[in-house]
């Protein structure tokens, strides 16, 4: 379980790790999905990358339930070599995002970022989570808590 908000105690900020790989330990590489408690739908992002973020203009991520196999699915990477093979409390990591682009018929990749920008909808101020292509930065680092 991950979450993004500043408590636990915000049941809207939860979220379930899926693996394909094992219920168990999570080995880095592996690859998961990210299901949002509340809502039971996934962290998607859109294959096109035609969806731009609100306030960046980087590629759009939301809750989805898309059938569409690649737009739900991250690759869990470490911040460093240091964290080990299995993804423990505490560890920094990186989400990417793995996907054919049929234009240029080219593998790609785009990485989950956030930033403290905040955007307003109906009443609500939400922080942007986004993708993009480029470097990774401190922006792109995700810090795990695991719950039983």
């Not at 592996?30 to 960046?56: C, E, G, M, W």
């Not at 682009?101 to 955007?119: A, I, P, R």
Request: charge should be negative; glycine fraction near 4%.
């Amino acid at each position: 379980m991950v979450f993004c908000g500043q408590s636990l105690q915000d049941s809207n900020a939860i979220w379930l790790i899926r693996s394909l790989d094992s219920a168990e330990l999570l080995t880095y590489h592996s690859t998961i999905f990210l299901q949002h408690q509340n809502s039971n739908a996934y962290l998607d992002i859109h294959t096109k990358r035609d969806s731009k973020s609100p306030v960046s203009g980087l590629t759009e991520v939301s809750c989805g339930s898309n059938d569409n196999y690649s737009d739900y699915t991250w690759i869990l990477e470490h911040d460093n070599s240091e964290n080990g093979e299995y993804l423990k409390t505490r560890d920094v990591v990186i989400l990417r995002n793995t996907f054919q682009d049929f234009t240029s018929n080219k593998h790609k990749e785009e990485t989950l970022g956030s930033h403290e920008v905040t955007f307003t909808i109906d009443n609500d101020k939400l922080q942007e989570v986004f993708a993009h292509g480029g470097e990774h930065t401190e922006n792109d680092k995700w810090c795990i808590e695991l719950i039983d």
